[in-house]
Every structure is written in structure tokens, then in C-alpha cells.
């Protein structure tokens, strides 16, 4: 079992930049591939980006292609996400998971971190 803790949510205006952080504890973060999905009011969970067990392999959603990177940090245990060019319709609570298959569907991840907001102001 793993267990997951995002950081680097906030407030920024339309045209900026957060990095999101996710520090996994517990069991090898290494054996998981890790993605980030977002979740806006009213609306369902929907994948943003993921990344496979040894950084080799990257995926994104459409909508933040050349705008988002997602990359992992073996030595401190953590996945990190950033966001450039940030739009309105960016704004949603960010969650990372993992688990041991990478993934664009939310539902074949087993381990969730509580969220961090992002609200990106026009």
C-alpha cells in the first residue's frame, strides 16, 4: 500500500505557472505508475496526465499537451506536475493515484491522495 500527499495548489492568474507535488509513502514508489487526474465542480474526474514506474513513458490528455509535464523523482519519493500557460478552465482539485498498471481511466487506480485545489483566475 501506498499512501499519497499532493502540494503546490493556489490562486494564479490566467497565463501562469503551479507545480504540483505528490509524496508517496509506504511501499516502493517505484513500483507504481503514477497519474494526476482533476476534478472541476459538477463535473466528473478526468485525467490529465501519467507517468510509468521508471519516468520512461509519459501521457497527457489532449487539453494540456505542451502546456503540463508530468515527471517523478525516485530519490525523494515524488511525482510532480507542471503547469504553464494555465487557463480558466484549468481550475479543479488535483489528485494524484497510483497503482500498478499506468492508466488514463481513474477508476483502475486503487491509491488516491486527498487533493490540492488549483483556481486560475481570467
Known amino acids: 500500500q501506498v499512501q499519497l500527499v499532493e502540494s503546490g495548489g493556489g490562486l494564479v492568474q490566467a497565463g501562469g505557472s503551479l507545480r504540483l507535488s505528490c509524496a508517496a509513502s509506504?511501499?516502493?514508489?517505484?513500483?507504481?505508475?503514477m497519474g494526476w487526474f482533476r476534478q472541476a465542480p459538477g463535473k466528473e474526474r478526468e485525467f490529465v496526465a501519467a507517468?510509468?514506474?521508471?519516468?520512461?513513458?509519459?501521457y497527457y490528455a489532449d487539453f494540456v499537451k505542451a502546456r503540463f509535464t508530468i515527471s517523478r523523482d525516485a530519490a525523494k519519493n515524488t511525482v510532480y506536475l507542471q503547469m504553464t500557460s494555465l487557463k480558466p478552465e484549468d481550475t479543479a482539485v488535483y489528485y494524484c493515484?497510483?497503482?500498478?498498471?499506468?492508466?488514463?481511466?481513474?477508476?483502475?487506480?486503487?491509491?488516491w491522495g486527498q487533493g490540492t485545489q488549483v483556481t486560475v483566475s481570467s
Open positions: 493515484a497510483a497503482d500498478s498498471y499506468v492508466d488514463t481511466t481513474a477508476k483502475k487506480y486503487n491509491y
Open positions: 509506504g511501499r516502493s514508489f517505484s513500483r507504481y505508475d
Open positions: 507517468i510509468n514506474r521508471s519516468g520512461g513513458s509519459t
